[in-house]
């Protein structure tokens, strides 16, 4: 008897690979409906491999010092130097060798949804995470550059086992470690994407705690950033005790 073309597109979400029996019989299947849900399958099949092969690429970092015998490589990045508000977080992360979270990027590239969802996994799957905090007024009193700088090197000094080497997004920190400074590095290293989700996942949970404390500013959904809303309730609420004094807004409102 005929396979309804339903039937197909529900056994098509379990086929793995090209080469599966049932997807090569249906590809014979003259009908356009079937057809139609094999060109679908074609294409996210595509999607994968080309995921999948993006995410290799992306440990070309990491797999140059393995090869050395370096076995504990650290991504390191920042987030929240552009708010008014908040502390600046920085993570650093050990990846294991067989990571294979394959949608590990860029956190700026990520949905809030995927973000939480990522952080879950890396928490779980990484030989190590560290994460350093640097708050308002250690900002105002060291500038955002070496808040940032401060950050990282309290994430990397949080990690155990001690890494072998830093891979760290367009920096470099005083260490006694071996370093390399990527440009966009989050985009080019996995144990740098995975840091950066890390460390945004760890700051927006705080500023949505930060929004309980100071009501009325919005920092559960704008992070401490400026928004209308956020200026625009500094003017009426006045400033509170996480805003960035150096920052022009709030040093204008002053």
């Given amino acids: 008897m005929t396979e309804t073309i339903s039937k197909i597109k529900t056994e098509l979400k379990k086929v793995m690979v090209p080469s599966d029996e049932r997807l090569v019989q249906w590809r014979a299947d003259e009908r356009a409906g079937v057809k139609a849900a094999i060109k679908s399958w074609d294409k996210q099949y595509e999607k994968k491999i080309a995921q999948e092969q993006a995410f290799q690429g992306r440990f070309a970092f990491e797999r140059h010092f393995w090869n050395q015998g370096m076995s504990d490589i650290a ?32 956190s700026k590239q990520l949905s809030a949804d995927k973000r939480d969802k990522l952080y879950d996994l890396i928490l779980a799957q990484a030989v190590s995470i560290g994460v350093g905090v640097v708050d308002a007024p250690t900002i105002d009193d060291i500038n955002i550059y070496q808040a940032a700088r401060l950050a990282m090197t309290k994430a990397v000094q949080n990690l155990a086992p001690e890494p072998d080497v830093l891979l760290i997004d367009a920096m470099t920190l005083n260490l006694p470690l071996p370093q390399e400074p990527l440009i966009k590095g989050d985009a080019l290293s996995n144990s740098i994407g995975a840091a950066s989700i890390v460390a945004k996942v760890t700051r927006d949970r705080l500023m949505a705690d930060y929004d309980d404390i100071y009501p009325g500013y919005g920092f559960a959904k704008n992070a401490g950033y400026g928004t209308k809303l956020h200026l625009d309730q500094m003017r009426q609420l006045g400033i509170t005790p996480i805003h960035r004094r150096s920052f022009g807004p709030v040093r204008d409102l002053l």
Avoid: C
């Fill in 75 to 106: 991504g390191v990045d920042e987030v929240g130097r552009g708010p008014l508000a908040g502390p600046v977080i920085a993570a650093a992360v050990i990846l294991p060798h067989d990571f294979n979270v394959v949608e590990v990027i860029d």
